[in-house]
């Protein structure tokens, strides 16, 4: 069964790097038929997707936070990684990661399953 | 990329039906069939409800059904129970190459 788990800084100073990683069990981070995504819920806020990544070497960032946003995987480790440059309190946010389904032509679909999720708060 | 618009709160009684929209444009909803539909109870992470606007996952009740016209995807929930009172989103893939959600609706069970 399908698992994944995120872990990192539960709280970042403003104008400083929040990182995440997320851990993937049960299956391969390689999968060709699978992106892996970041989302983000601010406290008592809607979804917003982050971004995707493909094995391939595909990725897709938010046009509203690509200027300050990496995201990559480590394959020996089955590890996907989120880093979020200059954040300021409304990077705040449970952050999620997912499986998202490819369906060719460099488009994305559906994400299952959901990681846990992490609460970063951005605070002095 | 502006979020899919959806009402902020849907209620009925146990046993009634009701129906969430979920408004994009012809750019996202109205472009491709890569509209999904995901549950939210508090605490916890989204769950996959509907893909491709109107399959649902293995495990998923045939309660819950989707289903898209011109730019405008909806979620239908049939028999309402208890256990369906959760926050509801949308989503859609993007012409842009990108992926968006709605704003999310709070459906309470009267």
């Known amino acids: 069964q399908l698992q994944l788990q995120e872990s990192g800084s539960g709280l970042v100073k403003p104008s400083e790097t929040l990182s995440l990683t997320c851990t993937i069990s049960?299956?391969?981070?390689?999968?060709?038929?699978?992106?892996w995504g970041w989302i983000r819920q601010p406290p008592g806020k809607g979804l917003e997707w982050i971004g995707s990544?493909?094995?391939?070497?595909?990725?897709y960032y938010s046009p509203s936070l690509k200027s300050r946003l990496t995201i990559s995987v480590d394959t020996s480790k089955n590890q996907l990684s989120l880093r979020l440059r200059s954040v300021t309190a409304a990077d705040t946010a449970v952050y999620y990661c997912?499986?998202?389904?490819?369906?060719?032509?460099?488009?994305?679909?559906?994400?299952?399953?959901w990681g846990q999720g992490t609460l970063v708060t951005v605070s002095s | 990329q502006s979020a899919l618009t959806q009402p902020a709160s849907v209620s009925g009684s146990p046993g009634q039906s009701i129906t969430i929209s979920c408004t994009g444009t012809?750019?996202?909803?109205?472009?491709?069939?890569?509209v999904s539909w995901y549950q939210q109870h508090p605490g916890k992470a989204p769950k996959l409800m509907i893909y491709?606007?109107?399959n649902r996952p293995s495990g998923v009740s045939n309660r819950f059904s989707g289903s898209k016209s011109g730019n405008t995807a909806s979620l239908t929930i049939s028999g309402l129970q208890a256990e369906d009172e959760a926050d509801y989103y949308c989503?859609?893939?993007?012409?842009?190459?990108?992926?968006?959600f709605g704003t999310g609706t709070k459906v309470t069970v009267l």
């Open positions: 049960g299956g391969s981070i390689s999968s060709l038929d699978y992106y």
């Open positions: 990544f493909y094995y391939r070497g595909s990725t």
């Open positions: 997912a499986r998202q389904r490819n369906v060719g032509w460099g488009r994305m679909d559906w994400f299952d399953p």
């Open positions: 989503s859609s893939y993007t012409s842009s190459a990108s992926y968006v």
């Open positions: 491709g606007v109107n």
């Open positions: 012809s750019s996202d909803v109205g472009a491709y069939h890569y």
